[in-house]
């Protein structure tokens, strides 16, 4: 087999590629371990900047989003108060769109398969071999057998736990991992509120997020090794009612819950992001604590990048774009970690805080909910960094 780019890895990051560059009219292939259904069945993010909004529209793959998405123009801060962050009137009028990145997918995967080149399902790549030459090549097995694909370029979006990454030498890590992690729960019961509300609790903290009108999506920070299925229906629900108490009528709606699953924190950079003609894009590269709703929008922005700078070799034949490449993601890279790393330590209480930490955390809540200025720092990273 032959193509332009090599893509290892159907999530978001190699499925928007793919239809970036097939928009581009460069010819790719994707390479996916796992079947069509694990990859639209798979819960993780549901928050989408601007910026991605954008970017899915003017790939033709936004219609759906724009029929079923939600429009969210804040979030609710609740600690000792309840603080509502105003989005556009921070930032100059941007929001975000909550739409699952099961969604995304589906809509990607539906394009591709219709207009796009190979999608290649229960296809694992094996190795990346050659990345430093004119001709790279992606070993990989299908149906038992084992088979090469000839690239021009591979761009690894196979993940935290995928291949690419291993095929670039001396590559530079930084990494912090969490004593806790969240546990998640999707429930068919109207979201109790219209917004995202982040909970800041001395029991701990908790996330109230949806899918759609009839759907919620709850989180609540757990200790890391806790096993989802050690908890109850109930005691998730008393649990989260707990860490989202107020003083006033607010109450929190229960209803049957249809799936639970613990996700682990962690903050994660590999650098470079490019080796020869081996380029890595999305999580392969880099991951953030969910709690400021950057890994998919990271993703977004890599491949972004990349299919910007090979259109413009395309065009030119100058290489200085992808020469950039690496620096380029990593600068937006680093300000969603420093953004992730803020919301998260700001926002969960952790085991052996000393009371001195707990006190600064309840300062740097305050300051957030009072400086126009503070505020504003949170609302355009949350909304999204501009891309490239
Ligand atoms: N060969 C082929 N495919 C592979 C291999 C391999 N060796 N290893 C992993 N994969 C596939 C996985 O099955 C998965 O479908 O690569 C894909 C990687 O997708 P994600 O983990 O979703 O990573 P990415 O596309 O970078 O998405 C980044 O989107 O899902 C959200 O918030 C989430 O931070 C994440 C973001
Ligand atoms: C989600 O809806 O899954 C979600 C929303 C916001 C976050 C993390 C996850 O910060």
């Known amino acids: 087999m032959r193509t332009t780019v090599g893509i290892i890895g159907a999530g978001p990051a190699g ?56 429009r969210h123009d804040g979030i609710e801060l609740r600690f000792a108060r309840r603080h509502r962050v105003d989005f556009p009137a921070l930032t100059g009028g941007r929001s975000v769109m909550v739409y699952a990145q099961t969604e995304v997918c589906k809509d990607l995967i539906a394009l591709q398969l219709k207009e796009g080149g190979p999608l290649l399902f229960e296809t694992e790549a094996l190795a990346v071999e050659g990345a430093d030459t004119q001709r790279p090549r992606v070993r990989f097995r299908r149906e038992g057998v084992e088979d090469v694909l000839e690239c021009d370029y591979v761009v690894g979006c196979d993940g935290y736990w995928g291949v690419a990454r291993s095929a670039v ?92 699953s613990v996700t682990p924190m962690r903050s994660y950079v590999h650098e470079p992001m490019r080796h020869g003609r081996l380029f890595l894009a999305g ?31 395309t065009a030119t034949g100058s290489e200085d774009l992808l020469d950039a490449y690496s620096a380029t993601c990593l600068r937006r890279v680093w300000q969603a970690e420093r953004f992730s790393y803020d919301m998260t330590t700001l926002l969960h209480t952790a085991p052996g805080a000393t009371p001195f930490e707990d006190r600064l955390q ?27």
């Open 15 to 70: 499925l928007l590629l793919a239809r970036l560059l097939h928009n581009a009219g460069i010819d790719s292939v994707v390479l996916e371990s796992r079947d069509r259904a694990y990859v639209e069945r798979r819960q993780r993010a549901g928050i989408l900047e601007q910026g991605t909004v954008d970017v899915l529209r003017g790939a033709g793959a936004g219609e759906r989003m724009d029929r079923e998405g939600l």
């Open 169 to 260: 030498p001396d590559g530079r890590t930084f990494e912090r991992t969490y004593p806790f992690g969240w546990l998640g729960i999707l429930a068919d019961v109207a979201p109790s509120h219209d917004e995202l509300v982040y909970a800041r609790h001395d029991r701990g903290f908790a996330l109230l997020s949806m899918r759609s009108p009839s759907v919620s999506r709850l989180y609540l920070q757990v200790p890391a090794d806790t096993d989802a299925d050690s908890w109850s229906d109930e005691r998730i629900w008393d649990e989260l009612e707990r860490r989202f108490e107020t003083d006033d009528d607010w109450s929190l709606r229960r209803g049957p819950i249809t799936q639970k």
């Open 283 to 313: 999580d392969a590269a880099h991951i953030v604590p969910p709690t400021g709703a950057k890994g998919l929008n990271l993703a977004v922005g890599d491949v972004v990048t990349f299919a910007r700078a090979l259109t413009h070799r």
């Open 362 to 388: 309840l300062a740097r809540l305050d300051r957030i909910t009072s400086s126009r200025a503070a505020e504003t720092d949170l609302a355009e990273a949350y909304t999204g960094f501009p891309i490239g």
